[in-house]
């Protein structure tokens, strides 16, 4: 079958497919600048938002495995801040789950648009985890720890202060020392907008009611955090997989735990359950689908993998279109 075919014209970003390590389809359209029509490529590193939270999973359950933390340890024995209402009681693997209950900077229950969030408070100041803390340490709790999933961005900018804390180094280091590299995966890293390498693309988000485009500078974090924001190539996110699932990171149990079913009630079949730093489709007729997925304004990212075919597919776009739509049509059609 055509993959191309089921694709979307207009789908402007990468797209690329292997099965047990043989490209099944690549794409690359659009342009990674604009003004300067400079085309996307393999070589683009492209923003990842959310999807970051997978490697911030892995880092953790490295120090968990050397026995640097636990997933029972706590807020208040692994942070030394003030924590004012938050329950220091919430511990490692309720983080890790989305079951904390923390206050979440940006809450997707009641928040709309990310870039919502830098109208009081300036977007180039956040460059390190603890720059986000003001906007939610003086917050309530959200619900009692432990009592149900609810998906959390200030969660995981919390595990990446544990790194921090636990290896002696900011959090991006660890993870291109002990993440990256490993994998070799050399074009990823938490990049700085006013402060890009070469080979990254602008992300782009269309002006209200024209057919005109606008940076996403002033609408995302000037550096990415734990709650996500790395920068990737499509290429190195196979090698992040191959490396997982090969036991480079992490033993074979804890890579099993990773993806399997944590936390969440699969309401949403499509957006399915939780596991560690992964989303998890349950799959009736097999082993589940594990995928990892970030959207932020111009930025959409998804990477999924099938355990019963050996296929991983990563599609992402620097124009904020709807790879969640493709990736039902990939599904659909090679599954």
């Known amino acids: 079958m055509d993959i191309g075919q089921l694709i979307d014209s207009n789908f402007k970003g990468n797209i690329y497919i292997v099965q047990n390590n043989q490209t099944v389809y690549e794409q690359e359209s659009g342009f990674a600048d604009l003004p300067n029509q400079i085309?996307?490529?393999?070589?683009?590193?492209?923003?990842?938002?959310?999807?970051?939270?997978?490697?911030?999973?892995?880092?953790?359950?490295?120090?968990?495995?050397?026995?640097?933390?636990?997933?029972?340890?706590?807020?208040?024995?692994?942070?030394?801040?003030?924590?004012?209402?938050?329950?220091?009681?919430?511990?490692?693997?309720?983080?890790?789950?989305?079951?904390?209950?923390?206050?979440?900077?940006?809450?997707?229950?009641?928040m709309n648009e990310y870039e919502d969030l830098w109208t009081d408070f300036p977007n180039y100041k956040i460059r390190h985890n603890s720059d986000l803390l003001p906007l939610f340490i003086n917050k309530p709790m959200m619900y009692p720890k432990g009592e149900k999933f609810q998906y959390n961005n200030s969660g995981y900018v919390l595990l990446a202060m544990m790194i921090e804390q636990a290896a002696g180094?900011?959090?991006?280091?660890?993870?291109?020392?002990?993440?990256?590299?490993?994998?070799?995966?050399?074009?990823?890293?938490?990049?700085?907008?006013?402060?890009?390498?070469?080979?990254?693309?602008n992300h782009y988000i269309r002006c209200h009611g024209t057919d005109e485009y606008r940076t996403n500078i002033y609408s995302v974090d000037a550096k990415g955090t734990g709650a996500g924001g790395a920068f990737v190539t499509v290429k190195d996110i196979i090698r992040f997989w191959n490396g997982l699932l090969d036991g480079k990171l992490l033993s074979s149990e804890l890579v099993s735990d990773m993806l399997r079913k944590q936390s969440g009630d699969g309401a949403d079949p499509e957006?399915?359950?939780?596991g560690y730093g992964m989303w998890i489709i349950d799959n009736p007729q097999g082993e589940d689908f594990a995928y990892f997925q970030g959207c932020d304004p111009g930025v959409s990212f998804m990477s999924e993998y099938n355990p019963n075919n050996g296929m991983i597919s990563v599609l992402v776009s620097n124009y904020g279109d709807n790879v969640w739509r493709e990736m039902r049509k990939i599904r659909k059609a090679l599954y």
């Open 39 to 110: 085309p996307n490529t393999l070589e683009t590193k492209f923003a990842t938002a959310s999807a970051g939270k997978a490697f911030v999973a892995v880092g953790i359950l490295q120090l968990i495995e050397q026995g640097k933390i636990s997933f029972d340890d706590t807020l208040g024995s692994l942070l030394n801040i003030e924590f004012n209402e938050i329950d220091k009681g919430v511990t490692v693997k309720q983080l890790l789950t989305h079951t904390s209950g923390v206050p979440d900077y940006f809450d997707e229950t009641v």
């Open 169 to 201: 180094m900011d959090f991006d280091q660890y993870l291109k020392a002990n993440v990256f590299d490993v994998c070799g995966m050399g074009s990823t890293g938490y990049y700085e907008l006013d402060k890009l390498p070469a080979k990254c693309a």
């Open 271 to 274: 957006e399915g359950y939780y």
